[in-house]
T-cell receptor, first 115, second 112 residues
Framework: GAGVSQSPSNKVTEKGKDVELRCDPI?????LYWYRQSLGQGLEFLIY????????KSGLPSDRFSAERTGGSVSTLTIQRTQQEDSAVYLC?????????????FGNGTRLTVT | TQLLEQSPQFLSIQEGENLTVYCNSS?????LQWYRQEPGEGPVLLVT?????EVKKLKRLTFQFGDARKDSSLHITAAQPGDTGLYLC????????????FGKGTRLSVIA
């Protein structure tokens, strides 16, 4: 399809393990975002990529979180040494031109459960 | 402190009823977006409002941006079970190159 694709859709991991979450944005979209959605907490911004510019990492909650975007397309969010409080739905979104009024197109998310 | 306060947090109504949900802030914004999120899916953009006092209609949904551009409301007429979902408002925190900030949302359940 032509939408944002995220994988896996569900991930259960043990505390202390590392996880990688993948996002395939819509082709041609230069901006890519990662958000985290915890129960009752709304969407929390994590990181933003725009073209070849340095990413905006201001939302990453700790140094255990990192993300990269290879070739301006696919992005991977990595969480090292997972903790139970990392359990949430991780949502990826892309947009045609970044901020301003460009609408965000979200994937269906990866539900991460840390046991 | 939340930049955007959405109310009510939860709302359960019967099919056919009308309802209004709110998105409030003490800050002024250049624009505001409304998204709807259904279970197991990502949010989907419904509308963007940019002008103070602006009213936009999307079928049975009416969106209004406050005159001072600090708040917005979403009114649904004759709610249907298909309207069930999480309604989120979102704004740019600052003008220029900053990401969208979302409210916590209103979870709506329309019972047939």
């Amino acid at each position: 399809g032509a939408g944002v694709s995220q994988s896996p859709s569900n991930k259960v991991t043990e505390k202390g393990k590392d996880v990688e979450l993948r996002c395939d944005p819509i082709s041609g979209h230069t901006a890519l975002y990662w958000y985290r959605q915890s129960l009752g907490q709304g969407l929390e911004f994590l990181i933003y990529f725009q073209g070849n510019s340095a990413p905006d990492k201001s939302g990453l909650p700790s140094d255990r979180f990192s993300a990269e975007r290879t070739g301006g397309s696919v992005s991977t969010l990595t969480i090292q040494r997972t903790q139970q409080e990392d359990s949430a739905v991780y949502l990826c979104a892309s947009s045609l031109a970044g901020h301003n009024n460009s609408p965000l197109h979200f994937g269906n998310g990866t539900r991460l459960t840390v046991t | 402190t939340q930049l955007l306060e959405q109310s009510p947090q939860f709302l359960s109504i019967q099919e056919g009823e009308n309802l209004t949900v709110y998105c409030n802030s003490s800050s002024v914004f250049s624009s505001l977006q409304w998204y709807r999120q259904e279970p197991g899916e990502g949010p989907v953009l419904l509308v963007t409002v940019v002008t103070g006092g602006e009213v936009k209609k999307l079928k049975r949904l009416t969106f209004q941006f406050g005159d001072a551009r600090k708040d917005s409301s979403l009114h649904i007429t004759a709610a249907q079970p298909g309207d069930t979902g999480l309604y989120l408002c979102a704004v740019l925190k600052n003008s220029g190159n900053t990401p969208l900030v979302f409210g916590k949302g209103t979870r709506l359940s329309v019972i047939a």
